[in-house]
């Protein structure tokens, strides 16, 4: 990678780049180490409806807790497994394991729950990925409205044709797909007419924003109107305070997410949440 050519031709790396490519090397060693040892966990954040009070559905992210327990945070990692190759590895690991979390849920209250997982980019340009989820799902004995999957707006948004196609094979199989951190990419309201999507998660920097600033907050109320009117369930990302519980109620959001319903759990412990909730 970044590599610099000192005066007599030698190849030296600064201080900086050496660390991060020591990091870079760590962490793709970690992330190999606990997918061959069983390192990987799902955790479980439930999905709150605002004016049932209920959850019917929940967010899987995805934990490494390999190696001495340090964990290591998805938003480091992931971005190391997506240039590194092995986000295939690990995204095919996520959908595995949340089919069978699903199908461990079945003889229970949460038969007809729903898990959400994360999808990256790269992995939609798999042109076996729509076959191997419903595949995954099937083996499982699950129903696809069972799964959903999300995706950044620019990973969508980018996509070419054959992705697109991926992403339609899953929403007419009744998988929900979901466009993540809504607002923060490259936002195009044609694409998301014409996309196979069926709800929205307005990233949480909105939010953060629009308690302080009548400009965000006016964002926010229009990105929930044009999701309603393309028939769009709107979810809201990192509500932490009753106040702002309230805010999104207010603006007519469908569905919030955070720390102030729960934090993401292993899953008994989200069961456990749910049936007290
Ligand atoms: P994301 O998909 O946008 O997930 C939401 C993140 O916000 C999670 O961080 C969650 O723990 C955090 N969060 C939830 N509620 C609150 C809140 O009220 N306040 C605050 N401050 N944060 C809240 P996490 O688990 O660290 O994941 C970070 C990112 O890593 C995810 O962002 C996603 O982009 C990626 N990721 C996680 N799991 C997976 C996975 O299985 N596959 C892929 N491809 N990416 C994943
Ligand atoms: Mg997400
Ligand atoms: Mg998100
Ligand atoms: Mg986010």
Same mark, same amino acid.
């Given at each position: 990678?970044? @590599?610099?050519?000192?005066?007599?031709?030698?190849?030296?790396?600064?201080?900086?780049?050496?660390?991060?490519?020591?990091?870079?090397?760590?962490?793709?060693?970690?992330?190999?180490?606990?997918?061959?040892?069983?390192?990987?966990?799902?955790?479980?954040?439930?999905?709150?409806?605002?004016?049932?009070?209920?959850?019917?559905?929940?967010?899987?992210?995805?934990?490494?807790?390999?190696?001495?327990?340090?964990?290591?945070?998805?938003?480091?990692?992931?971005?190391?497994?997506?240039?590194?190759?092995?986000?295939?590895? *690990?995204?095919?690991?996520?959908?595995?394991?949340?089919?069978?979390?699903?199908?461990?849920?079945?003889?229970?209250?949460?038969?007809?729950?729903?898990?959400?997982?994360?999808?990256?980019?790269?992995?939609?340009?798999?042109?076996?990925?729509?076959?191997? *989820?419903?595949?995954?799902? @099937?083996?499982?004995?699950?129903?696809?409205?069972?799964?959903?999957?999300?995706?950044?707006?620019?990973?969508?948004?980018?996509?070419?044709?054959?992705?697109? @196609?991926?992403?339609?094979?899953?929403?007419?199989?009744?998988?929900? *797909?979901?466009?993540?951190?809504?607002?923060?990419?490259?936002?195009?309201?044609?694409?998301?007419? @014409?996309?196979?999507?069926?709800?929205?998660?307005?990233?949480?920097?909105?939010?953060?924003?629009?308690?302080?600033?009548?400009?965000?907050?006016? *964002?926010?109320?229009?990105?929930?109107?044009?999701?309603?009117?393309?028939?769009?369930?709107?979810?809201?990302?990192?509500?932490?305070?009753?106040?702002?519980?309230?805010?999104?109620?207010?603006?007519?959001?469908?569905?919030?997410?955070?720390?102030?319903?729960?934090?993401?759990?292993?899953?008994?412990?989200?069961?456990?949440?749910?049936?007290?909730?």
């Amino acid at each position: 990678q970044a @590599k610099e050519t000192g005066k007599n031709g030698v190849c030296f790396y600064t201080p900086d780049i050496n660390d991060r490519l020591v990091h870079y090397q760590e962490i793709t060693n970690l992330l190999r180490d606990a997918l061959n040892n069983d390192g990987l966990e799902l955790h479980f954040q439930p999905q709150i409806h605002l004016a049932e009070r209920t959850s019917n559905s929940c967010e899987a992210l995805i934990r490494c807790f390999h190696g001495q327990s340090r964990a290591v945070s998805p938003a480091v990692f992931i971005p190391v497994a997506e240039k590194s190759g092995l986000i295939n590895r *690990i995204g095919e690991w996520v959908i595995e394991a949340a089919c069978k979390q699903l199908s461990a849920w079945q003889k229970t209250p949460l038969n007809n729950f729903r898990v959400d997982i994360n999808l990256s980019g790269r992995q939609l340009t798999n042109p076996h990925l729509a076959n191997h *989820i419903l595949e995954t799902v @099937k083996r499982y004995n699950l129903q696809p409205h069972q799964l959903g999957v999300e995706l950044t707006e620019n990973e969508v948004f980018g996509s070419d044709e054959s992705q697109t @196609k991926q992403l339609e094979k899953l929403k007419q199989a009744g998988v929900h *797909i979901s466009i993540d951190d809504f607002g923060t990419g490259y936002s195009s309201l044609v694409y998301l007419r @014409k996309l196979p999507v069926s709800g929205i998660k307005i990233d949480r920097s909105f939010l953060q924003h629009a308690m302080q600033n009548n400009a965000d907050m006016a *964002i926010m109320e229009a990105m929930i109107t044009v999701g309603h009117s393309l028939g769009l369930s709107v979810l809201v990302e990192g509500v932490e305070t009753e106040e702002q519980a309230q805010l999104v109620t207010k603006l007519g959001c469908d569905l919030a997410q955070g720390f102030l319903y729960a934090k993401p759990m292993p899953a008994q412990k989200m069961a456990e949440f749910l049936e007290s909730f």
